[in-house]
């Protein structure tokens, strides 16, 4: 995790945040990784940085999940894990499993950093309790035609408008979505 660690400083400490709440995000997420690799993964309990991607159409419509658990519309993306060596790798390799969809690409420059309460375990399978996902959000884009596949995590997957957003929307979502916009061409 030293490798995704030092990527996560890095691509941090240089980001211009896209909004006034992702910049007092970012430093947040830097204050937490003063505590070194261990706040990359979910047994740091005050909290560990996790990765999550917007997925965009060709067509301009957004790729959403509705959360099994929360039961709220939001992008995908998940914890890290040991096989990641950088953040926007950690948030692509989420956005493949959660959506079936193949040949997705990245801008490996952030949109959005939020930081939010959760309940997670420490580790697949242990009981969840109160921790904090400081949550580095990516633009994924998907190649025209593609089909999604609904994974495991998710009770439902489905595309929207910009202008059409279901409900309930986790909170922060709608905020990534201006900046994942205006990179496209």
């Known amino acids: 995790m030293t490798a995704l660690h030092d990527d996560a400083v890095r691509v941090l400490t240089t980001w211009q945040a896209t909004t006034d709440e992702g910049d007092v995000a970012r430093k947040s ?3 937490l990784l003063t505590a070194g690799p261990v706040a990359m993964t979910r047994a740091h309990r005050p909290g560990h940085v996790t990765a999550s991607a917007l ?3 060709a067509d301009g419509r957004l790729l959403l999940c509705l959360h099994g658990r929360l039961g709220k519309w939001m992008q995908l993306g998940g914890h890290c894990e040991p ?7 950690a948030a692509l390799r989420e956005a493949t499993e ?7 690409t990245i ?4 949109i959005d950093v939020d930081v939010h309460g959760v309940r997670c375990g420490a580790a ?11 949550d580095v959000r990516f633009l994924v884009r998907s190649p025209a035609g593609a089909t999604e596949q609904i ?17 309930p929307l986790a909170s922060a979502t709608a905020r990534q979505i201006e900046p994942a916009l205006s990179r496209l061409p």
């Open 107 to 110: 801008d490996p420059d952030p």
């Open 29 to 31: 997420v830097l204050e």
């Open 151 to 167: 994974s495991a995590e998710s009770a439902d997957l489905a595309w929207f408008t910009p202008d059409a957003l279901p409900s």
């Open 98 to 104: 959660e959506s079936g969809i193949p040949g997705l």
């Open 124 to 134: 697949e399978g242990t009981p969840a309790t109160e921790s904090v996902h400081y």
């Open 55 to 57: 997925v965009v159409g």
């Open 83 to 89: 096989g990641d060596e950088t953040l926007a790798g």
